[in-house]
C-alpha cells in the first residue's frame, strides 16, 4: 500500500498531494470530472491555482492522524473545533457532521460550503433538515431516528478573491473528496480498489458508517471556467450591485406595504416598544420605537454633540431657543389657530398646515365633504329645523301678534 502520508511536509502539502495524485488516475468520467484535468493539465496549472486561492487552516491534530498507523476515533471529531453557523459568513470549510442512534453504529458525512455568502447559507441546511435540500442518505439516516452530535471543522479559509473564485472552489471539491476518501465517508464504489491502494487505513477500520453517496471528485462548480480573470471580477461587481439595488427595492416595498395595510397596528407596537424602553439613547435621554430608528439617531449630529459636550463635562440638555419654540407650538395646538376644518386637526404652525392641504389624506376628506354638500338628496340637520318647521313656526309667530290687533269690517 502506497502511503503519501510519509511525505515531509505541512497537511497543506500533504493533501495537495493526495489531490495531485487522485486526478492523475485512470478513472472514468463518473468518478473524476473532466474539469480537474481541463483546469489542472500539468502540475505547473496546479500550482499556480493552489497559491492563488487563500491557503487552507487545517485541524489541529490532523498530520499526526495522517501519520498514525491506524484511523482515528469519533473521539478525535468530537474534539475539533465545533461549527457556529454565526462565525462563518465570511469563510469557506470543510466539515464533518457524526450522526448517532443508541444501540447503532455511528455515521460520518464530510461536505464543503463554498458559496459566495460564506459557510452559513450551507450549514443552515442540516440544522432546518428540510427534506428536499438534504443529501440522500443523511435525511434517510435522519428518518431512522438518527440524531446529529456534532459537525467538525476539518478545515477552512477566507472566501477567494472573485478572479480565482471558480478554481479555488473546483480545489474544494478535490480536498473535500479527499477527505471523504481517507475517513471512507462515502459508501462503497467499484472503483475504490484502484484509490484504496495509496490510502493510509481500509475501510474495515472505522468505526463509522459512511453517509456521503459519492466521492466529491465527481462533481463540478457552477460558472463558466473559461472566462478570464478579469472577466470574472467584472461580473462579481455586476451581481454584488443588482444583488445590492434588487434587496433595497424589495425591503422598500415591504416597508410601503406594511405601512399602509397596518397602521394602526405599526402605531400600536411602536408604542409599546417605547414603553419598554428597548432602544434608548442614556446620552440623550431619548427612546425610539425600533433599533433603525436608534441606529439612525447616533450616526446625527445631535448625538454628536451631546457625547462631545459629555467628554468637556458641559450639562446636556436643549438649547434656550429650542424651549420657546416648543412652547410656541404648543400654545398655537391648545389655541387651535392652525386648524384644518375638514379634517378637524390641530397643526403646531402655519407650514405644517399649508404641508397638510398638500396630502392625499385631506384631499381625501375634503372631496368627500364637496361630494355630501353637492348633493341635494341627502338630509342635512340644521340648527333652524325643516322648512316645514320654519313654516310652523312663522305661522304661530303670526297669530301671536294679531291676538292683539283689532281688524274693522270696514276695511
Known amino acids: ?58 485541524a489541529p491534530g490532523l498530520r499526526e492522524v495522517l501519520d498514525s498507523p491506524t484511523p482515528p476515533t469519533l473521539e478525535y471529531f468530537r474534539s475539533l473545533p465545533e461549527v457556529v453557523r454565526s462565525e462563518w459568513r465570511k469563510h469557506w470549510v470543510i466539515y464533518a457532521h457524526i450522526y448517532e442512534h443508541e444501540g447503532r453504529k455511528p455515521r460520518l458525512y464530510i461536505g ?37 452530535t456534532r459537525t467538525a471543522l476539518l478545515a ?9 473564485f471558480l478554481k479555488a472552489r473546483q480545489r474544494y471539491l ?67 450591485k443588482n444583488r445590492r439595488r434588487q434587496k433595497n ?13 397596518r397602521p394602526s397596528q405599526r402605531r400600536a407596537n411602536r408604542l409599546a416598544v417605547k414603553a419598554t424602553r428597548k432602544h434608548e439613547c442614556t446620552t440623550c435621554k431619548m427612546t425610539f420605537g425600533c433599533q433603525s430608528e436608534l441606529t439612525a ?31 410656541l407650538m404648543a400654545r398655537n395646538v391648545a389655541q387651535r389657530r392652525f386648524h384644518c376644518d375638514v379634517c378637524d386637526h390641530d397643526f403646531q404652525n402655519k407650514d405644517n398646515l399649508n404641508k397638510h392641504y398638500l396630502t392625499a389624506r385631506h384631499s381625501k376628506a375634503a372631496a ?22 320654519r313654516d310652523e313656526l312663522d305661522a304661530e309667530a303670526l297669530d301671536t301678534d294679531l291676538d292683539g290687533f283689532q281688524v274693522s269690517d270696514e276695511d
Not at 477552512?156 to 480565482?164: A, E, F, N
Not at 484504496?196 to 462533481?219: N, Y
Open 174 to 240: 478535490g480536498i473535500e473528496g479527499i477527505f471523504q476518501m481517507l475517513f471512507f465517508a462515502s459508501i462503497f464504489d467499484k472503483y475504490e480498489p484502484e484509490w484504496a491502494d495509496f490510502m493510509p487505513w481500509c475501510r474495515k477500520d472505522v468505526e463509522w458508517e459512511p453517509l456521503c453517496s459519492h466521492v466529491s471528485l465527481s462533481e463540478c462548480g457552477k460558472g463558466d471556467f473559461s472566462l478570464s480573470t478579469e472577466e470574472l471580477e467584472f461580473l462579481h461587481a455586476i451581481r454584488l
Open 156 to 164: 477552512w479559509s477566507d472566501i477567494p478573491l472573485p478572479g480565482v
Open 112 to 148: 464543503s460550503a463554498t458559496a459566495q455568502r460564506g459557510a452559513t447559507p450551507r450549514l443552515a441546511v442540516y440544522e432546518k433538515t428540510i427534506a428536499q435540500t438534504l443529501p440522500r442518505f443523511v435525511k434517510k439516516a435522519i428518518t431512522q431516528g438518527f440524531r446529529k
Open 297 to 327: 439617531h447616533l450616526r446625527r449630529g445631535l448625538h454628536k454633540n451631546n457625547v462631545e459636550k459629555l467628554a468637556r463635562g458641559e450639562p446636556i440638555g436643549p438649547k434656550p431657543e429650542a424651549v420657546r419654540r416648543a412652547k
Open 249 to 261: 427595492l424589495d425591503n422598500l416595498r415591504y416597508r410601503v406595504k406594511w405601512k399602509a395595510s
Open 368 to 389: 368627500i365633504a364637496d361630494a355630501e354638500l353637492d348633493n341635494p338628496d341627502l338630509d342635512y340637520e340644521s340648527d333652524s329645523g325643516s322648512d316645514a318647521d
Open 1 to 58: 500500500m502506497a502511503v503519501l502520508s510519509t511525505l515531509n511536509g505541512d497537511v497543506q502539502s500533504l493533501m495537495d498531494a493526495y489531490l495531485w495524485e487522485a486526478i492523475n488516475l485512470d478513472a472514468p468520467i463518473w468518478w473524476l470530472h473532466p474539469m480537474f484535468m481541463t483546469l489542472w493539465d500539468d502540475e505547473d496549472a496546479f500550482d499556480q491555482i493552489c497559491e492563488a486561492a487563500p491557503s487552507l487552516t487545517f
